[in-house]
């Protein structure tokens, strides 16, 4: 059976990201095994790998950086063997080269750019940027956007926000005192800022879109 690897190393909603894959899976009559693991082994076999992320872009990096092997398994299986891949919210912002986040921190480098303070023009507007927000969809043809169009609402919480080099990586994105960016997608490499667990039926096609996701 085919398996889908969600990486646990401390960070995020993990749970409720397995059942809203597991609910993805059953509801689109798709078979998957999706399971959370710390394992470097059971990544590098994974036939799709998610990986989420709540809290401070360099506490989330040390917390991956030290699963013991875990590193080389993502690069394996993501960038050599191109596997599907889909961060979430930190997990997203961790493709980056550098955050900015307390301090200087280096990313994974796969999506040049950085994340850096979300800072609206409109100074009526809080940070963190929290709750739902309408998506502007810019790849509408991308398999991983199928099903989902400009004025869908997604839910967010963050205070920091990915900037990529290259603006045609940008997925998706959302107004917040100025763009702020929703999704990227490079090659196997899927990202969205929002979270697809709480974004109710747009989470679950995303993620429905990602089981079926074939790059």
């Not at 959302?174 to 196997?188: K, P, W």
Request: net charge neutral.
């Amino acid at each position: 059976m085919p398996l889908t690897a969600i990486i646990d190393y401390g960070s995020g909603n993990l749970r409720s990201a397995q059942k809203a894959a597991q609910r993805a899976a059953r509801e689109g009559g798709l078979t998957t095994t999706v399971e959370l693991t710390a394992a470097a082994d059971v990544v590098a076999r994974a036939d799709r790998i998610i990986l989420p992320g709540v809290g401070a872009f360099g506490d989330c990096m040390a917390g991956l950086m030290a699963l013991d092997g875990m590193h080389q398994a993502l690069e394996e299986a993501v960038r050599t063997k191109g596997r599907p891949f889909l961060g979430i919210c930190v997990g997203m912002q961790l493709l980056a080269e550098t955050g900015f986040e307390h301090g200087t921190h280096a990313g994974l480098g796969w999506i040049p750019g950085t994340v850096e303070k979300v800072v609206p023009t409109d100074t009526s507007l809080k940070i963190p940027h929290m709750g739902w927000n309408e998506l502007i969809v810019s790849q509408p043809e991308h398999h991983m956007m199928a099903g989902l169009r400009s004025g869908d609402h997604a839910y967010f919480v963050h205070s920091y926000g990915f900037r990529p080099k290259d603006p045609s990586v940008i997925a998706a994105k959302v107004s917040y005192g100025g763009d702020v960016t929703a999704a990227v997608a490079r090659d196997n490499i899927f990202g969205t800022q929002f979270h697809p667990e709480k974004s109710q039926a747009v989470g679950l096609r995303l993620l429905q879109n990602f089981l079926r996701w074939a790059p």
